[in-house]
């Protein structure tokens, strides 16, 4: 099957370099006919999209730590592209001192900052991206195994990720009269730069694989086919969920 986004427009958040999750899903919605927008931290990381990312794709600055900017982030989509049809939030971040160790050990303002990038900025680009959204639109975020177990050393990021997944409901509830649906996809542990913060990664990411049902890992593709999937029409019926990609290895 293909060709299941063309003519939607389609706003990615996230995408750092080619091992993202974020860039799988890049690559899936290109894929499937969908016009991209990009949203870039800052100038350096615009930098380094360019590397392979293709000049005509079009690319705009956001900073989430500020709501303010997210804002103005959406009202220069909409003066570029005009109306968009769904956004891919693959943002999150966390202090690295506070991925090793207890969880007792973070700070207060470490805390409120893996929250507030984690898990506000998803509400602020609800909030903005409605505003643009054609109705019938689509909101897909990323979260992780790591909200509802207690993954090692993962620590306040599984917070947030738990936050994420309560705001993803409350969203879908309330952007249900623009019939905009919002869910969130939980990947598996993937050896991407976020992944690399965690100490022991490398130990997650093998026992990840291990549990997987037929021991092999998951893929930024197939992460990003799940998001196509999840930005088409064909995925209408699905709202307010947490998709599992990792070929099965929450079910051990």
């Known amino acids: 099957m293909s060709g299941i986004l063309t003519g939607k427009k389609i706003v990615i958040m996230g995408v750092a370099n080619k091992r993202s999750l974020a860039y799988g899903c890049f690559q899936a919605l290109a894929e499937q006919g969908a ?12 930098k380094s999209l360019n590397r392979f990312v ?5 690319k705009v600055e956001c900073d989430v730590s500020d709501p303010e900017n997210v804002k103005t ?9 005009g109306h968009i049809d769904g956004i891919v939030h693959a943002i999150a971040y966390a202090d690295p001192e506070d ?12 805390f409120n900052k893996a ?5 506000y900025s998803l ?11 054609n109705d019938g639109g689509s909101i897909v975020t990323l979260t992780y195994m790591g909200s509802e177990r207690a993954i090692p ?12 997944e309560a705001s993803v409901r409350y969203l879908a509830r309330d952007l249900a009269s623009q019939d905009i649906r919002v869910n969130a996809i939980s990947a ?6 976020a992944v690399t913060g965690v100490k022991d990664y490398s130990k997650l990411i093998d026992l990840s694989n291990e549990r997987a049902v037929n021991g092999v890992g998951v893929t930024i593709q197939e992460v990003g086919n799940t998001a196509a999937f999840l930005m088409s029409d064909l995925s209408i019926g699905i709202v307010g969920d947490t998709i599992y990609v990792d070929k099965g290895t929450h079910l051990i």
């Open 115 to 119: 929250q507030s990038i984690s898990v």
């Open 188 to 193: 598996g542990a993937v050896k991407t730069l």
């Open 99 to 110: 991925l090793q160790g207890e969880t007792t050990d973070a700070s207060l303002a470490s």
């Open 54 to 58: 293709d000049a005509d794709v079009t």
């Open 153 to 164: 050393n993962y620590n306040v990021m599984g917070i947030a990720k738990a936050g994420l």
């Open 35 to 46: 016009e991209i927008i990009l949203t870039y931290q800052n100038p350096r990381m615009l």
């Open 73 to 81: 982030t959406f009202e220069a989509i909409h003066e570029q592209v």
């Open 123 to 133: 509400i602020a680009v609800a909030k903005y991206g409605r505003q643009i959204m």
